[in-house]
């Protein structure tokens, strides 16, 4: 069905077609909405602002069903009521459509999105879930819009210490053979067993470089056999690389965030570009030589000493670093996947870096007015030390570690709310599969629903605290509507738009109605954090409408039942979207 137009959006093409001009429109506490513009207009046209809102007021449609008062007040403010029918009407058109009134972008384009960034050889930490968490959920938001979405997984898999590892398993071959444990944990298990053997390895070959020169000597010429593409050594390396996929699918399956094989291209995915890049930069004067390695400058970035700060995109020894990675991405996903927008969800800390490199890439030529590229930066997990998130004896935290305290403490929190059920008891099975979805939902929220670039405490019991601004919070109304549907006998949602509709009633559907604004905006300025607002308005106004306008009990008059079951169901499927889009679980009970 086609898009369905929000009662904000008719309301201000309507005022701007009266004005003359487009008017601002907002939310208000005096009304429904308040129009201004009209002052700026009387100005400009040396007239009284009152009488020019009045003659606007006069100009509007009469008795169109859509807007039951407006007031003129203060300088030609504008205070529009919407009418109880129009909201209703509006809210029917949503629930008919399986995208809730979502319209599809009108010229989509392809974005991808950097996200996700784990090392071969290396155990995830906490440092690696707010780019996996962050950038999923663009990347749901983004296609749910309509844009055509290419993940790109740019995992550290290059570089000097897969020499010495390389080394070491060629003169011990069977220390990667798996383990016979016999186990039966599935992937989980099969991850965390790649995950130690590579962990011992990575201690026994370290050791053995630090003690023993030849064998120190013999990595180093193994990185340059890498580098080269010996086929010996690149099977080796391969090695690395399936095992340590093994424990990523593992982790991204347990924080419920699928990773593809054909997204996850690293960086010896540009190793066969990296020469060229140089060359290309080089010839055009973009990059120059500077002791030996080749430089970009900028006349905007110097070091505390006034001297200016390089791009070193290939070192005075020949090797390349992050930045000729960097640039060979940038030419591959513009040149070869055709990307309107790149985007980058990575820290904060890497801002400079990617100043740079975006400089440099549109100093030559690689991005232009039609491609975009921004870097997505966030910031820290503290402790409640206000201290970056850290073990008691100071390590970095491991993700599965978080992940697992985080599904135990949401089980608790379930275990003890399941006494109170009045539909049956969970089996303990149920218990289980809803403290997955609760603790890891509670881990996503809080990261969701903090501000781009800011950092946030990581505090276990408020994140899956049935009260406050919690994923928890949202799940149980979710479930509650779930509930009231399941009891609502044979009645059905329907429409009434002949039925006025208490406060409580009009505020929900007003709020319904922002949805797919709410969306557009998040989808424009990639913050998440505005849809996990959104959402948390969403289901503490259904909790006012649920305590001021009964549903089941005590039984209203038919036809009240069943528009009230329509802001109920609808409420339902918008928090439902809205919670699939930020990659978060709904269950059905709780």
Same mark, same amino acid.
């Given at each position: 069905?086609?898009?369905?137009?929000?009662?904000?959006?008719?309301?201000?093409?309507?005022?701007?077609?009266?004005?003359?001009?487009?008017?601002?429109?907002?939310?208000?506490?005096?009304?429904?909405?308040?129009?201004?513009?009209?002052?700026?207009?009387?100005?400009?046209?040396?007239?009284?602002?009152?009488?020019?809102?009045?003659?606007?007021?006069?100009?509007?449609?009469?008795?169109?069903?859509?807007?039951?008062?407006?007031?003129?007040?203060?300088?030609?403010?504008?205070?529009?009521?919407?009418?109880?029918?129009?909201?209703?009407?509006?809210?029917?058109?949503?629930?008919?459509?399986?995208?809730?009134?979502?319209?599809?972008?009108?010229?989509?384009?392809?974005?991808?999105?950097?996200?996700?960034?784990?090392?071969?050889?290396?155990?995830?930490?906490?440092?690696?879930?707010?780019?996996?968490?962050?950038?999923?959920?663009?990347?749901?938001?983004?296609?749910?819009?309509?844009?055509?979405?290419?993940?790109?997984?740019?995992?550290?898999?290059?570089?000097?210490?897969?020499?010495?590892?390389?080394?070491?398993?060629?003169?011990?071959?069977?220390?990667?053979?798996?383990?016979?444990?016999?186990?039966?944990?599935?992937?989980?298990?099969?991850?965390?067993?790649?995950?130690?053997?590579?962990?011992?390895?990575?201690?026994?070959?370290?050791?053995?470089?630090?003690?023993?020169?030849?064998?120190?000597?013999?990595?180093? /010429?193994?990185?340059?056999?890498?580098?080269?593409?010996?086929?010996?050594?690149?099977?080796?390396?391969?090695?690395?690389?399936?095992?340590? /996929?093994?424990?990523?699918?593992?982790?991204?399956?347990?924080?419920?965030?699928?990773?593809?094989?054909?997204?996850?291209?690293?960086?010896?995915?540009?190793?066969?570009?990296?020469?060229?890049?140089?060359?290309?930069?080089?010839?055009?004067?973009?990059?120059?030589?500077?002791?030996?390695?080749?430089?970009?400058?900028?006349?905007?970035?110097?070091?505390?000493?006034?001297?200016?700060?390089?791009?070193?995109?290939?070192?005075?020894?020949?090797?390349?670093?992050?930045?000729?990675?960097?640039?060979?991405?940038?030419?591959?996903?513009?040149?070869?996947?055709?990307?309107?927008?790149?985007?980058?969800?990575?820290?904060? =800390?890497?801002?400079?870096?990617?100043?740079?490199?975006?400089?440099?890439?549109?100093?030559?030529?690689?991005?232009?007015?039609?491609?975009?590229?921004?870097?997505?930066?966030?910031?820290?997990?503290?402790?409640?030390?206000?201290?970056?998130?850290?073990?008691?004896?100071?390590?970095?935290?491991?993700?599965?570690?978080?992940?697992?305290?985080?599904?135990?403490?949401?089980?608790?929190?379930?275990?003890? /709310?399941?006494?109170?059920?009045?539909?049956?008891?969970?089996?303990?099975?149920?218990?289980?599969?809803?403290?997955?979805?609760?603790?890891?939902?509670?881990?996503?929220?809080?990261?969701?629903?903090?501000?781009?670039?800011?950092?946030?405490?990581?505090?276990?019991?408020?994140?899956?605290?049935?009260?406050?601004?919690?994923?928890?919070?949202?799940?149980?109304?979710?479930?509650?509507?779930?509930?009231?549907?399941?009891?609502?006998?044979?009645?059905?949602?329907?429409?009434?738009?002949?039925?006025?509709?208490?406060?409580?009633?009009?505020?929900?559907?007003?709020?319904?109605?922002?949805?797919?604004?709410?969306?557009?905006?998040?989808?424009?300025?990639?913050?998440?954090?505005?849809?996990?607002?959104?959402?948390?308005?969403?289901?503490?106004?259904?909790?006012?409408?649920?305590?001021?306008?009964?549903?089941?009990?005590?039984?209203?008059?038919?036809?009240?039942?069943?528009?009230?079951?329509?802001?109920?169901?609808?409420?339902? =499927?918008?928090?439902?979207?809205?919670?699939?889009?930020?990659?978060? =679980?709904?269950?059905? =009970?709780?």
């Amino acid at each position: 069905m086609a898009s369905v137009n929000s009662l904000s959006a008719t309301i201000q093409q309507r005022v701007a077609d009266a004005l003359g001009a487009d008017p601002l429109l907002r939310r208000s506490d005096r009304a429904d909405f308040q129009a201004n513009g009209v002052l700026g207009l009387a100005k400009r046209n040396k007239a009284n602002p009152r009488e020019l809102a009045a003659e606007v007021v006069a100009a509007l449609p009469a008795d169109d069903g859509l807007i039951a008062d407006i007031e003129v007040s203060g300088p030609g403010f504008l205070n529009i009521t919407v009418a109880d029918s129009a909201i209703t009407r509006t809210l029917a058109a949503r629930a008919a459509d399986d995208r809730l009134g979502v319209p599809a972008k009108a010229d989509p384009g392809v974005t991808v999105i950097d996200y996700a960034q784990p090392n071969v050889a290396k155990e995830m930490h906490v440092g690696h879930l707010r780019s996996s968490v962050i950038g999923d959920a663009l990347v749901k938001i983004l296609e749910f819009e309509g844009e055509t979405v290419i993940r790109r997984h740019h995992i550290g898999d290059w570089g000097t210490q897969f020499g010495m590892l390389i080394q070491y398993l060629v003169e011990h071959p069977h220390e990667l053979d798996h383990d016979a444990t016999g186990g039966t944990g599935g992937e989980e298990e099969a991850g965390e067993a790649s995950m130690s053997r590579l962990n011992r390895l990575y201690k026994d070959s370290r050791a053995l470089f630090d003690a023993d020169d030849d064998f120190k000597t013999r990595s180093r /010429k193994r990185v340059v056999d890498l580098q080269a593409g010996d086929p010996e050594t690149l099977a080796m390396w391969q090695r690395f690389v399936d095992e340590s /996929k093994i424990y990523f699918n593992s982790v991204y399956d347990k924080l419920d965030i699928a990773i593809r094989d054909e997204d996850v291209v690293g960086e010896s995915g540009y190793n066969d570009m990296l020469v060229e890049t140089c060359t290309l930069l080089e010839k055009s004067g973009v990059a120059v030589r500077s002791n030996g390695a080749l430089c970009v400058f900028f006349d905007d970035i110097k070091g505390k000493d006034g001297e200016p700060v390089p791009l070193i995109v290939q070192k005075a020894d020949g090797g390349f670093g992050y930045a000729a990675t960097d640039l060979s991405a940038v030419r591959n996903r513009t040149a070869d996947l055709h990307a309107n927008t790149l985007l980058y969800v990575v820290d904060s =800390r890497q801002a400079l870096h990617f100043k740079m490199v975006f400089e440099t890439a549109k100093r030559a030529g690689w991005l232009t007015d039609e491609v975009k590229a921004l870097h997505i930066p966030f910031g820290t997990l503290l402790g409640k030390d206000g201290k970056p998130y850290k073990t008691r004896s100071g390590e970095t935290f491991r993700l599965v570690d978080l992940l697992d305290e985080a599904v135990e403490r949401a089980g608790a929190v379930i275990e003890e /709310k399941n006494q109170e059920g009045s539909e049956g008891a969970l089996t303990p099975e149920e218990i289980a599969d809803r403290a997955k979805e609760v603790g890891i939902g509670a881990i996503k929220y809080a990261d969701l629903s903090t501000s781009l670039g800011r950092d946030y405490v990581f505090d276990l019991d408020r994140m899956v605290s049935l009260n406050g601004d919690t994923s928890v919070y949202l799940q149980y109304a979710y479930a509650r509507i779930q509930s009231i549907l399941r009891k609502s006998g044979d009645a059905k949602p329907v429409a009434h738009p002949e039925l006025p509709l208490a406060p409580a009633e009009r505020a929900l559907g007003l709020l319904l109605d922002e949805f797919a604004e709410t969306l557009a905006s998040v989808s424009e300025t990639y913050e998440p954090h505005k849809l996990a607002s959104y959402l948390y308005a969403l289901a503490s106004t259904f909790t006012t409408f649920y305590d001021q306008c009964p549903v089941v009990k005590p039984e209203p008059a038919p036809d009240v039942k069943e528009n009230r079951l329509l802001l109920c169901d609808l409420t339902a =499927r918008t928090l439902g979207q809205g919670m699939a889009l930020l990659g978060i =679980r709904t269950p059905e =009970r709780l």
